[in-house]
């Protein structure tokens, strides 16, 4: 009697890849999908953005706390935030994956949906259009996006200007609380909070809010490693300061305090909130700088570019806190 859920390896790369593939749709870009050495993709315009990112197991995910329905829809968000961020409309992925020899054809196949999701949701204009599947000793997970500029100048790191407001669109330390949520020995603690754990396990970056072209937009980043190492990344690369206001980021903390409360209660260690918001990574907002007259639906101004570097939080230097994908 044949297994109704085989190993991976038991089906071989060939079986595994169409099964997997069947999962996924096309876009009205994809001239050339899945099957071929190379995918073809038809773009409007003529300039391409391209990004990469790479989760390995128990170094960015661990697999006793994401479902693999959870960690392809995680690839999408973190490549298509970045897409968005240049100005870009996300249109291909293109999806490496190595599995543990004792995967089941079960878990790719909610791989797959996951990946889909995360589309559908997030990138309904995208699709994936091609990849690689192969055994490792760890999973691991690497996606490249690319996006379509259709025509217009990329929104770079390097675009701030003094006078500049400094703005976030998204959400602050829900992914960072989150975390320490599902990694607490105390797994009623997760369960009570879930819409902070879903910002880490499946976080939701607002493209729809972020409209690609949005005038007025001067430089722009997805907060993929926290408030404090990236705004400095800004300040770095457009050779000014960012001057936040810890009373614009209030409201982002007091959503978070009956979660720090709680964590509190159970080990006696006191959280601050506000720790969460300025140096906690994986929401997956967007950090950006607009000009003075601008304003929108969905930003939070926080601060003011002026002269200057580095970062400053009412006045006082805040050193770059947060995420370093290299560190131990």
């Known amino acids: ?3 109704s859920d085989p190993l991976v390896i038991e089906i071989g790369e ?49 697999l006793s706390l994401s479902s693999a329905f ?16 240049m100005g870009a409309n996300p249109v291909a992925l293109v999806v490496s994956l190595a599995v543990k020899r004792d995967t089941r054809v079960s878990w ?13 949701e997030l990138a309904p204009g995208a699709a994936v259009v091609g990849g690689d599947l192969a055994t490792a000793n760890q999973i691991l997970i690497a996606v490249t996006a690319h996006g379509d500029l259709a025509g217009r100048d990329p929104i770079l790191r390097s675009g701030a200007k003094i006078g500049d407001q400094i703005a976030i669109c998204g959400t602050l330390g829900k992914a960072a609380a989150g975390l320490e949520l599902l990694l607490h020995e105390d797994p009623t603690l997760a369960k009570s909070y879930p819409e902070l754990t879903a910002v880490q396990l499946r976080p939701t970056p607002p493209l729809h809010t972020l409209v690609s072209g949005l005038p007025g937009i001067t430089s722009m980043l997805d907060i993929s490693d926290g408030l404090s190492l990236d705004a400095d990344r800004v300040a770095t690369a ?12 209030l409201g982002f903390a007091a959503i978070l305090e009956q979660a720090a409360d709680s964590l509190q209660s159970r080990d006696g260690i006191k959280r601050n909130p506000m720790d969460w918001v300025l140096h906690g990574g994986e929401d997956h907002g967007f950090l950006v700088t607009l000009l003075p007259e601008v304003s929108y639906p969905g930003f939070k101004v926080i601060g003011s570019v002026q002269a200057g570097s ?10 770059p806190g947060g995420w370093d994908s290299v560190a131990d």
């Not at 595994?16 to 876009?27: G, H, K, N, P, V």
């Not at 300039?47 to 170094?59: R, S, Y």
């Open 14 to 62: 060939r079986e595994a890849i169409r099964l997997a593939t069947s999962q996924f749709r096309s876009a009205p870009s994809t001239l050339v999908g899945p099957g071929d050495d190379a995918a073809v993709v038809g773009l409007a315009g003529s300039n391409v953005v391209i990004t990469t990112d790479t989760m390995i197991e128990d170094h960015d995910f661990k």
């Open 1 to 3: 009697m044949k297994n």
């Open 310 to 319: 580095g970062v400053l939080l009412d006045g006082k230097p805040l050193p």
């Open 70 to 85: 959870d960690l392809g829809y995680k690839a999408v968000a973190t490549n298509v935030a970045d897409v968005a961020a």
């Open 238 to 249: 457009s050779g000014v300061q960012l001057a936040l206001d810890s009373s614009k980021l």
């Open 108 to 120: 790719l196949m909610d791989f797959a949906r996951g990946l889909q999701a995360g589309i559908d």
